[in-house]
Structures are given as C-alpha cells and as structure tokens.
C-alpha cells in the first residue's frame, strides 16, 4: 500500500492550498485517514482526521479554517486550507488506517509529505 500526496507550494498569509492524497495498493477497506504537520525540531502532529463515516476532527489552531474530506470511492483524502498563516508551514504527512485485502490486517501508512510554507 502507498499513499502520495500532493498540493503543498509557497503561499501568502491570507491564501489557500489543497493538499490531495492518493492510497493504492492492496486496499479492503481504509479506516481513519489523517493530515500531519511537522516543523524542524517538533514532533510530528495531528492537524485533522476523517472516520470512514465521514466524522471529523481538527486541532484547535486550523479548526474553522481547514477542511478534510474523504471519496471512499477514490481511496483519496483531501485537506482545503484556508485563511493560511505563517504558523502553518511545515511539511504535511497524509495517513491512512488501512485493512490489506491479502491478510486483512490492519496497518497505518505514511504518504512521502508535502511542503508547505506560508510567507507573512
């Protein structure tokens, strides 16, 4: 299973980003998937999670400004970020929950991060 996101750049305080994230592989089913932020020197940190039934949740700074979503159809997840501050760059990890169709066991995966860098 891999997952690759994509959608980072450099953008002004004020602006927007969609960030896009794409699971492949030996998929049954995808359970939570997830954003991450980290900065140098930090750990790595939730910014906002999606259930398979669409339930949501966002760390406190991005909440009202970030959106995730999910397409089960596409095994896709998306972060729309708006109202964006220099706080937010970092690098952003997608992350997935998934069942494997040859064992059906339950693994967590790591998209390759994205960069995203708000100037002020």
């Known amino acids: 299973v891999q997952l690759q996101a994509s959608g980072g750049g450099l953008v002004q305080a004020g602006g927007s980003l969609r960030l896009s994230c794409a699971a492949s592989?030996?998929?049954?089913?995808?359970?939570?998937m997830a954003w991450y932020r980290q900065v140098p020197g930090e750990q790595r940190e939730l910014v906002a999670e999606?259930?398979?039934?669409?339930?949501?949740n966002y760390e406190d700074s991005v909440r009202g400004r970030f959106t995730i979503s999910r397409d089960n159809a596409k095994n896709m997840v998306y972060l729309q970020m708006n109202s964006l501050k220099p706080e937010d760059t970092g690098v952003y990890y997608c992350?997935?929950?998934?069942?494997?169709?040859?064992?059906?066991?339950?693994?967590?995966?790591w998209g390759q991060g994205t960069q995203v860098t708000v100037s002020s």
């Open positions: 992350n997935a929950f998934v069942i494997h169709t040859t064992t059906r066991g339950r693994y967590q995966h």
């Open positions: 592989g030996t998929i049954a089913k995808i359970n939570t």
């Open positions: 999606v259930t398979s039934d669409g339930t949501t």
